[in-house]
């Protein structure tokens, strides 16, 4: 059974930075893709960032170019989030998934973690 559990989410002021996990297990597939997403409540979950196992190409929403950085350690199985310069409009709770491909649609995701809360306020 594969699971990601996400890690690294809290309070942060404006401006400042965190650094989100998500560690999986049991995946199986030869390549794969890690992708992020947040929701706010009443809003759809929205596609942020992805990474692709193949060849670790990186794929970045415009809400968060420039700002976020997606890197993965095979290693340790696991996916970072780096989030830099963060804004108020950021606050949401972040989900890891795992699909075949890298997408921005939630859908096509097969697994999630349970996510973790971002909140940025002064």
């Known amino acids: 059974q594969v699971q990601l559990v996400e890690s690294g989410g809290g309070l942060v002021q404006p401006g400042g930075s965190l650094r989100l996990s998500c560690a999986a297990s049991a995946l199986t597939w030869d390549y794969y893709a890690i992708g992020w997403f947040r929701q706010v409540p009443g809003k759809q979950r929205e596609g942020i960032s992805c990474?692709?196992?193949?060849?670790?190409?990186?794929h970045y929403a415009d809400s968060v170019k420039g700002r976020f950085t997606i890197a993965m350690d095979d290693a340790k199985n696991t996916v970072y989030l780096q989030m830099n310069s963060l804004k108020p409009e950021d606050t949401a709770v972040y989900y890891c998934?795992?699909?075949?491909?890298?997408?921005?649609?939630?859908?096509?995701?097969?697994?999630w973690g349970q996510g973790t809360q971002v909140t940025v306020s002064s």
């Open positions: 998934a795992a699909d075949l491909h890298c997408s921005f649609i939630a859908a096509t995701y097969d697994y």
């Open positions: 990474i692709s196992s193949s060849d670790e190409s990186t």
